[in-house]
């Protein structure tokens, strides 16, 4: 039995090569944020001078923006399941 999952526009589907760079890309970045943060000052010392900045905003605001671009990339190849193309 064959199934009536069909991509559209398969070629589409290679942008998430251009996702996974982003996905690392931001790694980084935020892996060295939380290195210049720490070589700046200690924990303590950060509560401080900062007392309202949070470690998750950055991580989640990461996320959302990486989730939307895969979203993106797999509804612009027109995926389609069983309907006729």
Same mark, same amino acid.
């Given at each position: ?13 290679? $942008? ?6 982003? *996905? !690392? ?5 935020? =892996?060295? &944020?939380? +290195?210049? $943060? ?6 303590? *010392? !950060? ?5 309202? =900045?949070? &470690?998750? +905003? ?16 797999? =509804? ?10």
């Amino acid at each position: 039995m064959m199934s009536d999952f069909h991509f559209v526009h398969p070629a589409l589907l290679s $942008l998430t090569w251009v996702v996974l760079a982003l *996905v !690392l890309v931001a790694a980084w970045a935020l =892996a060295r &944020r939380n +290195r210049q $943060l720490r070589r700046f000052a200690d924990e303590k *010392v !950060l509560d401080r001078i900062a007392p309202g =900045a949070s &470690r998750f +905003r950055p991580v989640m605001k990461t996320a959302l923006i990486i989730s939307a671009l895969i979203a993106l990339v797999f =509804a612009g190849d027109g995926s389609t399941l069983g309907r006729a193309i």
